[in-house]
């Protein structure tokens, strides 16, 4: 069974330009996770997606960064302007629902110079 | 109150030891826990899910969950030096999202 795909590996865009990221979850889950790891830091959960709905998007900085996930399978991550501090891993997560075991993706190294 | 706490370590153990890693949780709704393995520069690897009280075993790996207390902890068995890694904690609280620890860094030393 394929695992979450996500592209692209590593991305360096100078501060204010737009990026973009992409993640296919597991065939048949349901829940989509994007989180934002920081050197040293515990992921932090960016927003939570259950199908198409929205299930948690308290920490995304709604001023620079979206997210969509469109027909309840791909999903992707947006942010523009990019800021320094948002030079971190971005990482992808699927599930079959939320309380089940969430397997991660290999994760975007963003760069923001 | 961070929703899960972990303490940051480094936890030292020595070859062929005991390694215990503990987390606190503050949601007492929070219903699924999860321990994962992340070697540097990769990303988070799944060893081990509980959901109710009690021990769980898998090999080498035995988790623990107190929701009175709201602990879970992981036991490795026979610590090898491929066990150094940050092992994080996770958690599904009331909000059903999967919130994540800080992780605890596990060194194995020969």
């Known amino acids: 069974e394929a695992g979450v795909a996500q592209s692209p590996r590593y991305k360096i865009i100078e501060k204010r330009q737009s990026v973009a990221f992409w993640c296919n979850p597991i065939?048949?889950?349901?829940?989509l996770y994007w989180y934002q790891q920081i050197l040293g830091q515990g992921p932090k959960l960016l927003i939570q997606?259950?199908?198409?709905?929205?299930?948690?998007d308290s920490q995304l900085p709604k001023d620079r960064f979206s997210a969509e996930r469109l027909k309840g399978v791909d999903s992707t991550l947006k942010i523009q302007p990019a800021k320094l501090e948002d030079s971190a891993v971005y990482l992808c997560?699927?599930?079959?629902?939320?309380?089940?075991?969430?397997?991660f993706g290999q994760g975007t190294r963003l760069t923001v110079v | 109150q961070k929703e899960v706490e972990q303490n940051s370590g480094p936890l030292s153990v020595p070859e062929g030891a005991i390694a215990s890693l503990n987390c606190t949780y503050s949601?007492?709704?929070?219903?699924?826990f999860f321990w994962y393995r992340q070697y540097s520069g990769k990303s988070p690897e799944l060893i081990m899910s509980?959901?109710?009280?009690g021990d769980k075993e898998d090999g080498r790996f035995t988790a623990q969950l107190n929701k009175a207390s709201q602990y879970v902890s992981l036991l490795i068995r026979d610590s090898q030096p491929s066990d150094s890694a940050t092992y994080l904690c996770?958690?599904?609280?009331?909000?059903?999202?999967?919130?994540f620890g800080t992780g605890t860094q596990l060194k194995v030393e020969l």
């Open positions: 949601d007492r709704g929070s219903q699924s």
């Open positions: 065939s048949g889950h349901a829940t």
């Open positions: 509980i959901y109710s009280n």
């Open positions: 997560a699927s599930s079959l629902g939320v309380y089940a075991e969430a397997f």
């Open positions: 997606f259950q199908n198409n709905g929205v299930v948690d």
């Open positions: 996770a958690g599904t609280g009331g909000g059903n999202k999967l919130t």
